[in-house]
T-cell receptor, first 114, second 109 residues
């Protein structure tokens, strides 16, 4: 069964540094998403991406964050000048069409900011 | 106001029991609904979509009541492997998924 893959599985970064989280969505999917889950809290939407542009973003997704699809397969989340509170699990997801269809999640990147 | 609300539990039930989880959503414009399960420190995995007519997948039955903005999940004949956190999800006319905080289930031998 095709799956969403994310790298790295764990990223440890000093506060103030930039970090890039990588995702390879399922190949025939058209919509891509990033979510985060702070330990012990709920999964929170960050951003959705379609046709090479952001289609929706939450208030969490401020100027510190950016997304990119640099080639035909990768989908990246960049966090500039990381803060302690950015420590969380970051999940990438993809779906065939839009939010009427289930989203398939990668196994996440655990980001630890020191 | 939370978009999706769930009883966090925990629910501790013996093997073979039937257990039901409920969820309410605040946005009447929500269009699609799902149940996901999440094991500790793992990604959410789709359990089932929820349709207005109700739907069943083996031991799992999901119901949607749009008038009451209420979603339910029923698990029959609980197995040890059903132990997980169950996430209720509603999506709006855009592309956002709104997750509930999850309901924790432990099935006891």
């Amino acid at each position: 069964e095709p799956e969403v893959t994310q790298t790295p599985s764990h990223q440890v970064t000093q506060m103030g540094q930039e970090v890039i989280l990588r995702c390879v969505p399922i190949s025939n999917h058209l919509y891509f998403y990033w979510y985060r889950q702070i330990l012990g809290q709920k999964v929170e939407f960050l951003v959705s991406f379609y046709n090479n542009e952001i289609s929706e973003k939450s208030e969490i997704f401020d100027d510190q964050f950016s997304v990119e699809r640099p080639d035909g397969s990768n989908f990246t989340l960049k966090i500039r000048s990381t803060k302690l509170e950015d420590s969380a699990m970051y999940f990438c997801a993809s779906s065939t069409v839009n939010s009427n269809q289930p989203q398939h999640f990668g196994d996440g990147t655990r980001l630890s900011i020191l | 106001r939370k978009e999706v609300e769930q009883d966090p539990g925990p629910f501790n039930v013996p093997e073979g029991a039937t257990v039901a989880f409920n969820c309410t959503y605040s946005n009447s414009a929500s269009q699609s609904f799902f149940w996901y399960r999440q094991d500790c420190r793992k990604e959410p995995k789709l359990l089932m979509s929820v349709y207005s007519s109700g739907n069943e997948d083996g031991r799992f039955t999901a119901q949607l009541n749009r008038a009451s903005q209420y979603i339910s999940l029923l698990i029959r004949d609980s197995k040890l492997s059903d132990s997980a956190t169950y996430l209720c999800v509603a999506s709006n006319t855009g592309n956002q998924f709104y997750f509930g905080t999850g309901t924790s289930l432990t099935v006891i031998p």
